[in-house]
Structure formats: C-alpha cells, structure tokens
C-alpha cells in the first residue's frame, strides 16, 4: 500500500476516533445538564408557599422518603443521581424548615438543603395559663415536642439554673413574637426566652421593684392576675393599686381570677361562691399573700402597670354593670357591695349564671 494512502487512512481512524470521543463528551455533559439543571420539583398548590421539614436526625434516605410521600419530586432517580455526583450523603444532610420553588431543579434543591439557609419561624403566644398549654403553643410552632419543653420546665434544677422555681418559671416567658430556626431544641428555646427575659428586666426596672417592695418574679404575679381582670389600659394601674394596698393591710387578695385558675375552667363568666371554697395554694380567697406563680403570661404593660402602678386609696373594684369591661373603684366595702350588686343584677338579667 502507497504512504500516502496509508497515512491517510491514519488520520481518517484518528479523527473518527476524535469525533466519537466528542460526541460522547458531548452527551455526557448534556446528561450531567439535564440531571442536573431540568425541573425536579412539582408543587401543586404554588398559590401558597410550600416548606420541607427536615427533622432531626435525618439521613439522606430520610430526605428522599419525605419528598417522596409529599409527592414532590418528579424523577426520584434523577434525584439519586445529583445527589451523588454532588456528594449530598448523610453528612450533608442539615435539618430544618426549606422553602420550595415550583419547578426547581435537582442542583438548586440540593445546594439548599445542604446550606442550612431555612426560613426563620415566628413564634406567637399569648393567653397562656399554664406550663402544658406554653409547651402546647410552642411544640405546634417548633421542631421540639411538647414532652421535652414540659420536661424542662418541670426540673427544679434546670429551672434553678434559670433563676426560677417550677412553680413561677412561667414569669420567664414575656408574651410576643419570636424568631426561631423551626430545628430549635427546647433548651434552646428557653435559654432564647432567657435572654429575652433579660431584655426586658434591665437593671432600672429590677430597682423599681425593689422600691415598690417585690421582687421581679412577685410583680410578674401581681401583674398576671391584672391582666386577668381587665382588657383596658388605663385602668391596669388603677387595679394593680388595689391588690398592692391589700398586700400592704395584709389582706388576703381576693381575686377572682385565681379562683378561676384553680377551678382550672378558663370559660367560666361568673365566680360562685362555692368555687371560692377549692382548696388551691392559687385560691387567694382562701391563701394569704401571692400564688406560687403567674396564673397568665403578663405582657411587658401588665408588668409596667405594677412597677408603676396608681396610689390610691382604693381596696375594691367591680365590673361595671353596662359590660363596658371597666370598673366601678371603692375605699369602703359598702359602697363596694353597692357596686357590686349593681353588677349581679346586670348579670342575672342577661341570665348568665356560670
């Protein structure tokens, strides 16, 4: 065979060898392309924002069984696949609350989970009585169970560590909005309350206690039993006035709403005199002095109105009998009696007997 003719077929096998070699380069990066870049998330409802919650621990098997029931991947070996090219394993795998795109690709999925870049959590609560209902409210907002918040609140030496007992460690909790990693622990979360806390009791207002004659804990009681009496404002003060002188005389306090407490029916409208006979270390028409704890979550103008709160010579108060939600003041018991009829009437009339 001539040279040239040799060498030519040379160069012909050498540059199909090249083309071949192209191609497949070709098709492979096209593959790694589609895998990884093409929509793998379908979400049916995007008129609403829609999250993946990674619990703890979690692996990767974990990851693709939740995405798998929820229905959101489109191809779960595409999926598979991106993963291990990017090397998403079980190390990877960060819990949390993710926010999810429509038609997100398997890249933009797992570079988001695998950054731990979660969608904060607004934790709300208010109107709480109890350490089972705060543990309740905030288990349903949090990754942390109930049991586990409970379980803390309820150890003497964690709550020690706190600065509170089991029975007053409620005072900790200022009621507001908060925000959270949804993945928060319950001893994180309080230790956040904690800081919170101390937020709110600088050293000016732990002074003004003092002046007053309490301790920060016994002006949260004081103040969660005023929240508990009325809605308004302005005669938050004027309430916490009354409880103070009777404190001082050494009355016993009288409040109805810690025999609501203690009857522990939060819907009762009218206090009968046979639930002012439960025997509660809450009932203050039985007990002298303050309850062990809060019977509310008093909010930083409940605490206020008590640091603060309205000299008088008030020893009385009743419900007005137009339901208005104010209240009739009185510095002797028969004018007092006088009010308070008034009020019973009021209440019979409307037929409200519990």
């Known amino acids: 065979m001539p040279k040239r ?27 790694l392309y589609r895998e990884l870049y093409k929509p793998n998330i379908s979400i049916s409802d995007q008129k609403h924002p829609h999250y993946l ?33 990017m090397k998403y394993t079980d190390a990877s795998v960060r819990p949390g609350k993710y926010l999810l795109k429509p038609n997100m690709s398997n890249k933009e999925l797992i570079n988001l989970l695998r950054s731990g870049k979660q969608t904060p959590v607004n934790v709300t609560f208010n109107a709480i009585h109890t350490k089972e209902q705060l543990a309740q409210k905030v288990s349903s907002q949090l990754e942390a169970t109930s049991q586990t918040i ?5 150890d003497p030496d964690y709550t020690k ?4 007992t089991t029975d007053n460690v409620l005072a900790l909790f200022i009621p507001d909005t908060y925000e959270f990693l949804w993945n928060t622990s319950a001893d994180q979360f309080i230790r956040k309350m904690k800081k919170e806390y101390d937020h709110v009791w600088v050293d000016s207002l732990k002074r003004r206690a003092k002046e007053i004659g309490f301790t920060p804990v016994q002006v949260s009681i004081i103040a969660s039993i005023v929240q508990l009496e009325t809605r308004k404002e302005d005669e938050k003060g004027l309430i916490a006035g009354v409880y103070i002188n009777r404190l001082k005389k ?16 939060y ?22 002095g303050l309850p062990p704890g809060p019977i509310s979550l008093p909010t930083v103008s409940s605490l206020n109105a008590v640091l603060y709160y309205t000299k008088h010579n008030y020893m009385y108060f009743c419900a007005k009998d137009d339901f208005s939600g104010h209240h009739s003041f009185a510095a002797t018991y028969d004018q007092h009696l006088l009010n308070a009829r008034r009020f019973q009437k009021a209440l019979d009339r409307r037929g409200i007997r519990s």
């Open 5 to 31: 003719k040799k060498k030519s077929k040379v160069i012909i096998i050498f540059w199909s060898i090249v083309i071949v070699l192209v191609v497949a380069a070709l098709g492979g990066a096209f593959l």
């Open 53 to 85: 919650y990674v619990p703890t621990p979690a692996g990767f098997e974990d990851v693709v069984n939740i995405l798998d029931k929820q229905g959101l991947l489109i191809n779960q070996k595409s999926f598979r696949w991106a993963a291990e090219q």
């Open 150 to 154: 409970l379980n803390l609140l309820n």
């Open 161 to 164: 560590e706190m600065g509170f």
């Open 250 to 265: 050494g009355w016993r306090l009288e409040a109805d709403p810690t025999v609501v407490y203690a009857l522990g029916d």
């Open 267 to 288: 819907s009762v409208n009218r206090v009968l005199s046979a639930y002012k006979e439960i025997d509660s270390p809450y009932n203050t028409y039985i007990y002298a």
